[in-house]
């Protein structure tokens, strides 16, 4: 049973326009939430997070929103940038000792 | 700043071989994980450790054991390897005793089982 849900598999999106990614989870003890990026060869790195108290966060060109109601949240990148192009996965936590659990991830591609 | 650090990069066994995988975090974090990420599935917990002296299992633990050898390093090995665990290990760390933080990663070990 898949309890993080990334629906989409891949997003393309032309440079400076927004990328918006979605995640949605069936857990209703997760009350933290993180995005983040990978690329190629290298480890996910952290990139922005909210706690379920909050219903947005903002970091930069990075906004995460929050929908608790209908379990459900996004990442939205503005502008958006060909580095930006990766693998997005968000990632749940209820307060148990910090573990995550993943969605299946998202490879958003950014084209010049 | 090295992070999270992981041994091998790369790895090819046969079926039945032993092997672990090294890690170690030099910043101080008292929580360690061992995740596997395959392709269309994101990444899956093995085992965490909360802390130095603690282990436990996480979705994915069968045919792995762990050792927290001490406060840096959180090892993950696999007795008899079979080709169903071919995977990327990820190997992350977090301080629990600071409230909401994100777990550090590191680059990962590329295993192939033939």
């Known amino acids: 049973d898949q309890q993080v849900k990334q629906n989409s598999p891949s997003l393309s999106v032309q440079e400076g326009r927004i990328s918006i990614l979605n995640c949605d989870y069936t857990?209703?003890?997760?009350?933290?939430f993180l995005w983040y990026k990978k690329y190629p060869a290298e480890g996910p790195t952290f990139l922005i997070s909210?706690?379920?108290?909050?219903d947005k966060n903002e970091d930069g060109r990075f906004t995460v929103f929050l929908n608790k109601s209908a379990k459900h949240l996004s990442l939205h990148i503005v502008p958006s940038q060909p580095g930006d192009s990766a693998v997005y996965f968000c990632?749940?936590?209820?307060?148990?000792?910090?573990?995550?659990?993943f969605g299946q991830g998202t490879i958003l591609t950014v084209h010049p | 700043n090295a992070g999270v650090t992981q041994t091998p990069k790369f790895q090819v066994l046969k079926t039945g071989q032993s092997m672990t995988l090294q890690c170690a975090q030099d910043m101080n974090h008292n929580s360690m994980y061992w995740y596997r990420q395959d392709p269309g599935m994101g990444l899956r917990l093995i085992y965490y450790s909360a802390s130095e002296g603690t282990t436990d299992k996480g979705e994915v633990p069968n045919g792995y054991n762990v050792s927290r050898l001490n406060k840096r390093e959180f090892s993950l090995r696999l007795e008899s390897a079979a080709p169903s665990q071919t995977s990327v290990y990820f190997c992350a760390s977090s301080d629990l005793n600071l409230s909401n933080q994100p777990q550090h990663f590191g680059d990962g070990t590329r295993l192939s089982i033939l």
């Open positions: 909210i706690s379920s108290i909050k």
């Open positions: 990632a749940a936590s209820a307060t148990s000792y910090g573990k995550l659990t």
């Open positions: 857990n209703s003890m997760f009350d933290y």
